[in-house]
């Protein structure tokens, strides 16, 4: 029988893209969906190993489980790996390679990269405009109206400061130069002003539209700081307790790049003491965030403490992106129930043909920094998991 295990399904769009032929009784099929978010306190190998290692095919999302070789070498079922997106960097390619397990993705999606620009501005303008605690000062008090502090925030005139200025950076600069009439700077390792005018160039701007500016000037004169950086072990922890100590008061922090590119014990300081007016972050160094994380349980803009804005990872997470991430593992699920080749396959530089072909901006794969996954999720803890089931498919 082969056993086909498809994890990480956190909003249960699985069972709508799966075809009628994984679904039917077969004495030769068995597919399990894992939906649950596991609390990262209970993640451990062992846990993951027994949840998985009696699997022929896994199907995972990209980077929330992630699969390094001391769980690779411990599940010795496992031949096809698949994930959605076009590389994974949870993905250890080369010990895949080397055990026979072949690893396969998604094509690039129609959107691209608008989904996450989208979210990024979103969460700049909710902690610009203060929604949420306005939004909050209504529903939760009979009587309240507009009696908070601190005011709103006027963007324009303002300087975007813009921590990386790639694909996705130099978009969020462009909406802020022409949407709100912001002044943009930016830095990152590799930046120069001729790379930020040929960004400029390609986003239908003129020289000189980003400025670039060093790392200590960017932290100084932001008034709004955005992460744009892709996590590698040269990236991880690049904003420090010294950068953000020189952040002005009235300054925002947004992050919808990954979690462990800032000192989060620094930032968490810093919000706490209401150094930097607030931050927006959708990422995490341990995700799901643990029910005793400081960033659940901490009373944001009382008592001093600076405004904070969070959401769960969602920066990907648009309807026609997850349609069309579902859409092609299905088809791919089918061809290895077929005894066919998936398509898209993730080479050892942990990326697919199409990626490099559009050259996406896509390091190797580093086994050495996490993302905030932990080791996976578990299968054997005190929580319970739904359960569902028909005939050979399991729901959990």
Same mark, same amino acid.
């Given at each position: 029988?082969?056993?086909?295990?498809?994890?990480?399904?956190?909003?249960?769009?699985?069972?709508?893209?799966?075809?009628?032929?994984?679904?039917?009784?077969?004495?030769?099929?068995?597919?399990?969906?894992?939906? #649950?978010?596991?609390? $990262?306190?209970?993640?451990?190998?062992?846990?993951?190993?027994?949840?998985?290692?009696?699997?022929?095919?896994?199907?995972?999302?990209?980077?929330?489980?992630?699969?390094?070789?001391?769980?690779?070498?411990?599940?010795?079922?496992?031949?096809?790996?698949?994930? @959605?997106?076009?590389? %994974?960097?949870?993905?250890?390619?080369?010990?895949?390679?080397?055990?026979?397990?072949?690893?396969?993705?998604?094509?690039?999606?129609?959107?691209?990269?608008?989904?996450?620009?989208?979210?990024?501005?979103? =969460?700049?303008?909710?902690?610009?405009?203060?929604?949420?605690?306005?939004?909050?000062?209504?529903?939760?008090?009979?009587?309240?109206?507009?009696?908070?502090?601190?005011?709103?925030?006027? =963007?324009?005139?303002?300087?975007?400061?813009?921590?990386?200025?790639?694909?996705?950076?130099?978009?969020?600069?462009?909406?802020?130069?022409?949407?709100?009439?912001?002044?943009?700077?930016?830095?990152?390792? %590799?930046?120069?002003?001729?790379?930020? #005018?040929?960004?400029?160039?390609?986003?239908?701007?003129? $020289?000189?539209?980003?400025?670039?500016?060093?790392?200590?000037?960017?932290?100084?004169?932001?008034?709004?700081?955005?992460?744009?950086?892709?996590?590698?072990?040269?990236?991880?922890?690049?904003?420090?307790?010294?950068?953000?100590?020189?952040?002005?008061?009235? &300054?925002?922090?947004?992050? @919808?790049?990954?979690?462990?590119?800032?000192?989060?014990?620094?930032?968490?300081?810093?919000?706490?003491?209401?150094?930097?007016?607030?931050? &927006? =972050?959708?990422?995490? %160094?341990?995700?799901?965030?643990?029910?005793?994380?400081?960033?659940?349980?901490?009373?944001?803009?009382? #008592?001093?403490?600076?405004?904070?804005?969070? @959401?769960?990872?969602?920066?990907?997470?648009?309807?026609?992106?997850?349609?069309?991430?579902?859409?092609?593992?299905?088809?791919?699920?089918?061809?290895?129930?077929?005894?066919?080749?998936?398509?898209?396959?993730? #080479?050892?530089?942990?990326?697919?043909?199409?990626?490099?072909?559009?050259?996406?901006?896509? $390091? $190797?794969?580093?086994?050495?920094?996490?993302?905030?996954?932990?080791?996976?999720?578990?299968?054997?803890?005190?929580?319970?998991?739904?359960?569902?089931?028909?005939?050979?498919?399991?729901?959990?």
């Amino acid at each position: 029988m082969l056993r086909i295990a498809i994890i990480d399904d956190y909003h249960g769009l699985a069972l709508e893209h799966l075809p009628e032929s994984l679904l039917s009784p077969s004495n030769d099929l068995s597919v399990t969906i894992f939906e #649950d978010p596991m609390p $990262p306190e209970s993640n451990t190998l062992d846990h993951l190993v027994h949840r998985l290692s009696d699997f022929d095919v896994i199907s995972t999302m990209r980077e929330r489980t992630h699969f390094f070789a001391p769980l690779l070498y411990r599940l010795p079922r496992l031949k096809v790996l698949l994930t @959605t997106g076009n590389y %994974n960097r949870a993905i250890d390619t080369v010990v895949c390679r080397a055990r026979g397990i072949v690893v396969a993705g998604t094509p690039p999606p129609p959107i691209r990269n608008g989904g996450t620009v989208q979210h990024t501005w979103a =969460l700049i303008l909710a902690l610009a405009d203060n929604i949420p605690r306005d939004h909050d000062l209504i529903t939760r008090d009979a009587v309240g109206w507009s009696t908070a502090s601190p005011l709103n925030t006027y =963007l324009t005139g303002k300087t975007l400061a813009v921590l990386g200025l790639g694909k996705l950076g130099r978009v969020v600069a462009r909406i802020g130069l022409l949407a709100f009439g912001m002044d943009v700077i930016a830095w990152s390792a %590799n930046l120069t002003q001729e790379v930020a #005018d040929a960004a400029a160039t390609d986003m239908g701007l003129g $020289p000189g539209a980003f400025r670039y500016v060093s790392k200590d000037e960017l932290f100084r004169r932001a008034d709004v700081l955005s992460i744009h950086l892709v996590l590698s072990a040269r990236s991880a922890g690049i904003v420090s307790a010294a950068d953000l100590a020189k952040m002005k008061p009235s &300054a925002l922090l947004c992050n @919808t790049s990954r979690g462990p590119l800032v000192d989060e014990a620094a930032l968490l300081q810093v919000l706490e003491r209401g150094d930097i007016r607030g931050a &927006a =972050l959708d990422v995490f %160094n341990v995700e799901p965030l643990p029910a005793s994380s400081p960033w659940r349980t901490t009373r944001w803009g009382q #008592d001093g403490r600076a405004q904070v804005i969070l @959401t769960p990872h969602t920066g990907y997470a648009f309807e026609e992106m997850m349609g069309w991430m579902w859409e092609h593992t299905a088809e791919n699920l089918q061809r290895v129930v077929d005894g066919l080749e998936p398509k898209w396959r993730i #080479d050892e530089d942990g990326a697919t043909a199409a990626a490099v072909a559009q050259d996406e901006d896509v $390091p $190797p794969a580093d086994p050495g920094v996490s993302s905030g996954q932990g080791d996976g999720v578990c299968d054997v803890c005190d929580v319970t998991h739904p359960a569902r089931s028909t005939s050979r498919l399991e729901l959990r």
